[in-house]
């Protein structure tokens, strides 16, 4: 089998014997025996971490959450995530996306509440900030302001918290929430079905019912 794995602004092949069985975090492992210079994430090694994302052949996935016998091509290349600043080989930085969150994140106050309901907010709670979802916005790489899918995903379990008073809705437009293009792409892509874009409308129709936004023309069009 052939690698080819992406490092600085060239690809570098490695040629391995392996069983198209195992996982892209073993085949990285097998590599790394070979050439330890390689640099790549990896934690939990179960799917609950999110640090081992990258592409394969093109598809952003969970290095430890997926096996070789996935793809058909000959070559297997890997690459790191999109839209990010490549730290080295198939390391991305994070901290861009953590100060973006925590630029417009919603202070959580606790309110009187009777009933917790976290079904709602449950697909919210379930991001691992592996970033695929950043990794395949078309948004983001034109549109420094627009906050994200992750940001976003992750406010909404704020927002939608019924323990929490505060409801500053206002403070996603600091994030030109409304820049989202509803590609639906971060759905399609994430590893736990977070749903970021179905969050994303759900928070741009709160924004609408109070005046903030304007509704997209298209919705007012054809009405959906």
Not at 25 to 40: A, G, R, V
Not at 45 to 64: E, P, S
Not at 76 to 98: G, M, S, T, Y
Request: aromatic residues 12%; hydrophobic residues 40%; neutral net charge.
């Amino acid at each position: 089998m052939i690698v080819s794995v992406k490092r600085y602004d060239t690809f570098q092949s490695y040629e391995l014997d392996v069983s198209r069985d195992i996982t892209v975090l073993e085949l990285l492992h097998k590599i790394k025996e070979m050439d330890p210079s390689l640099s790549y994430r990896h934690m939990c090694r179960a799917g609950i971490c999110g640090t081992c994302a990258l592409k394969v052949n093109g598809k952003n996935v969970l290095a430890c959450k997926t096996r070789l016998n996935k793809f058909e091509d000959e070559t297997i290349v890997l690459e790191p995530l999109d839209n990010a600043v490549v730290i080295k080989d198939l390391v991305v930085e994070h901290q861009r996306w953590f100060d973006m969150y925590k630029n417009i994140k919603v202070d959580f106050k606790n309110s009187d509440y009777q009933y917790f309901d976290f079904k709602s907010i449950e697909n919210s709670k379930n991001c691992i900030a592996c970033f695929i979802c950043n990794s395949v916005c078309p948004v983001m790489p034109i549109d420094k302001k627009f906050g994200g899918p992750f940001v976003f995903a992750r406010i909404y379990g704020f927002l939608e918290d019924s323990r929490n008073a505060n409801k500053d809705y206002g403070k996603l437009i600091d994030g030109a929430i409304n820049h989202c293009t509803h590609c639906k792409n971060c759905n399609y892509a994430c590893p736990l079905f977070v749903m970021p874009e179905t969050l994303i409308k759900k928070l741009e129709d709160v924004l609408i019912s109070k005046g903030l936004i304007q509704a997209p023309q298209n919705d007012l069009f054809f009405g959906f």
